[in-house]
Every structure is written in C-alpha cells, then in structure tokens.
C-alpha cells in the first residue's frame, strides 16, 4: 500500500507542467573576464575595460533614428563578445526587511 | 523505509535534467550561424530606428516554448538603449546597446548588471523571434534618465532566482528588474519599498503553476530555483505580463513580435 502510494505520488509530480523558465545565463560569447573591466555607471558613458567599447545613450527623443557604421553587427564590429559590467559601482546591501508603506495611484503620463 | 528514499532518489534524478537546464548558467552554444544572428540583430535595430525608439523593451526566445510553463514565451527581457557607440578600433556608429541582468557564470544565484550587443542577446536563442515593447514617447524620455543614472543600479538585487516574486525585494531575475526601472521611471523614485507597493498595487505578475513536490525538491538541483519567497502560489514577472500592464495603463507606443521574416502585432 505504502509502496503504491509513493509510485503515484512521484507520477503525479512528474506529471505536473514543467519546469522553469530560463535563467538570464551569459552565453559562451561573454565569458570573458569582468574583472578588467571598470563601471562608471553613474555617468551617461559606460566604458568597459578590455571590451573597449564606449557607449553614450542619446537622450533627446523625438528625432530621426537611423542605425549606422560600428553599431551595424553586420558589418563585423557589433558582436563585442565580452560584457561591459555595469554592477560594479552599486555593491550595495539590500534591505530585505519588509515596510509596508501605502501605493500611490496607477501610474500615468497625463 | 528503504523504499522510500528509492523513490525520492529516482525523482530526483528525473526531475534534475529538466529543471537543471532550465536555469543554468552554463554557457550556451548559438543556436544559428553568427551571418543569421548579425542578420537578425540588425534586422531588430533597424526596425526600432526606423519606429523612432530611444529606448525599448526587448526579450528573446531562450528555450523551446513548448518546455516552458504555460504564459511563459520569452525567457529573457532587456532595455535596448540607442547610443552613439565607439569601438575598440576607434569606429563610431549609431544603434543600441543592451542592458541586461545576467546570472553569473560562476554562481547562478547571483547576478549582474551588464551591457552587450543585440548580436550578443541573440547568440543563445533558441528562435530568432523577439518580443518588443516601445515605451510612450514621455516614458522613453523618463527610462533613460534613470537608465543613465545610479537609480538603474540601485534597483539591482544580486540575489537571483529564475522564478522570484516582484512585490518583494528578496530575490530579483532580469524581468524583474525590468519592472523596477520601469516603476522607478514612472513613478521618479528609486525608493524600493514604494516600487514595491506600487507593483503589488498595479502589477499583475504572471501566475505559474508548479506541483507541491518539484516546488519542494527543485532548490535541491540548483538554489536558483528557490520559491520561498512566495506564498502558497508562484508569480512571477514575464514579458508577457509587462506588455499587460504597459496596454492596460497606456504606457506602451506598440507591442510587437518580430522574426526574421514577419512583424506582427500581439
């Protein structure tokens, strides 16, 4: 009885919807080495050490977009291979501890 | 007795292939030739210029949707940033540069904010289809300010858990960071406990469902897959479900799904 119990007990587990969605693994291309390159993220410019790129977000919205030169990975210069580490400058303890403080309303941009 | 751990041995064995690369972070071998994943990249950059995105939501197909729980397509969410870009070599260009969270090579539990490619974001998919939220204009312009600034860091939690729980601060994957910049852009804080009331408030995560025993064995294969930081029942925040709350609230430009050879709207 005890036996016939756990049998279906383990088909039943298995039996459930599975698994887990996929973790935000780093593939093989960006296993190089972080530890060379420096983040200054509290900067517009993130620039990473040995993955040598610089990058600075253009703010001003609204105007024509058009996606050119080095940016282009078709033209075998976009495919950096190596991360820049953006964590680095925002080591800081989490708080875990629970505060319970009101919403405020739903957001909106009106 | 006896028997028993048998048993519990040999379901944990079943189990542990399955959920074991569910959340690896092993490296992954691409899937396409780098031609068709620089293609398709480009494919993606061009079409976000050419709607006038400053800044975008983007995820990718990681996994095979038919091994994924049910409302769950995409397995890896992004800010797509447009940039002016400068090389090792010293070439310049215009197009976007990636801000991800991802789990650390060396331990899956952990977790770290880093910049790459669109060819980089694609090289471990499984298809080459992409999902893609193009934020209100007023909201780009709001995203890339915190973007910009330490708040984008400040809303990062290193402890990392594939399935963790938006409305609380105890573990974070890259969705759910997502959702904290996008809260911290709306609501122009990086005060984390109002990010999280306003999420429990306003945010519907989406709803996972998973059986009593793999929810208890699973942290046993990898502690990246812990749930203890849910209740009886598993949320968790996908793109799927950030796309809802961006429609719902009038927060999105436009919704799409792009593939190599189609752009379709959801």
Avoid at chain 2, 54 to 66: D, E, F, L, M, Q
Avoid at chain 2, 129 to 157: C, E, F, M, T, W
Avoid at chain 2, 223 to 236: F, N, P, Q, S, Y
Wanted: net charge positive.
């Amino acid at each position: 009885m005890k036996l016939r119990l756990v049998t279906l007990a383990t088909i039943a587990a298995l039996a459930v919807t599975p698994v887990f969605a996929q973790g935000s693994g780093q593939h093989s291309a960006q296993a190089a080495d972080h530890s060379g390159q420096a983040a200054s993220h509290g900067a517009a410019a993130v620039v990473s050490g040995t993955a040598a790129v610089a990058a600075v977000p253009i703010v001003v919205v609204g105007g024509a977009l058009a996606v050119t030169g080095a940016a282009l990975t078709s033209a075998g210069t976009g495919s950096v291979q190596t991360g820049a580490d953006l964590s680095e400058a925002a080591v800081v303890p989490q708080n875990t501890t629970i505060i319970v403080i009101e919403p405020d309303g739903a957001p909106t941009l009106d | 007795m006896k028997r028993f751990f048998s048993y519990l041995f040999i379901m944990m064995i079943a189990l542990g292939p399955s959920i074991a690369q569910a959340g690896s972070t092993e490296a992954t071998k691409p899937n396409f030739p780098a031609a068709s994943i620089n293609a398709f990249a480009d494919r993606v950059q061009n079409d976000l210029a050419s709607r006038g995105a400053n800044i975008a939501i983007v995820a990718r197909k990681g996994r095979n949707p038919s091994t994924l729980p049910k409302g769950i397509e995409y397995t890896h969410v992004a800010y797509w940033v447009y940039s002016e870009i400068t090389n090792a070599d010293g070439s310049t260009g215009r197009g976007y540069r990636v801000y991800n969270l991802y789990q650390t090579s060396g331990d899956p539990t952990r977790s770290r904010l880093v910049q790459d490619s669109p060819a980089d974001f694609f090289t471990g998919a499984f298809r080459l289809d992409a999902g893609v939220i193009i934020p209100d204009k007023r909201l780009q312009q709001k995203l890339l300010k915190v973007v910009a600034s330490p708040a984008y860091s400040s809303v990062h939690n290193a402890s990392y858990s594939v399935l963790s729980n938006p409305e609380n601060n105890q573990f974070q994957n890259c969705t759910e960071h997502t959702l904290n910049v996008l809260m911290a852009s709306l609501y122009d804080t990086d005060n984390l406990p109002r990010i999280k009331a306003n999420i429990s408030a306003h945010f519907d995560p989406q709803p996972i469902r998973l059986g009593g025993l793999k929810r208890t064995l699973a942290p046993a294969t990898s502690k990246a897959l812990t749930t203890k930081d849910h209740g009886a029942t598993v949320a968790t925040t996908t793109f799927g479900a950030l796309a809802r709350f961006m429609e719902k609230n009038d927060l999105a430009q436009t919704t799409y799904r792009i593939t190599p050879s189609n752009v379709t709207r959801f």
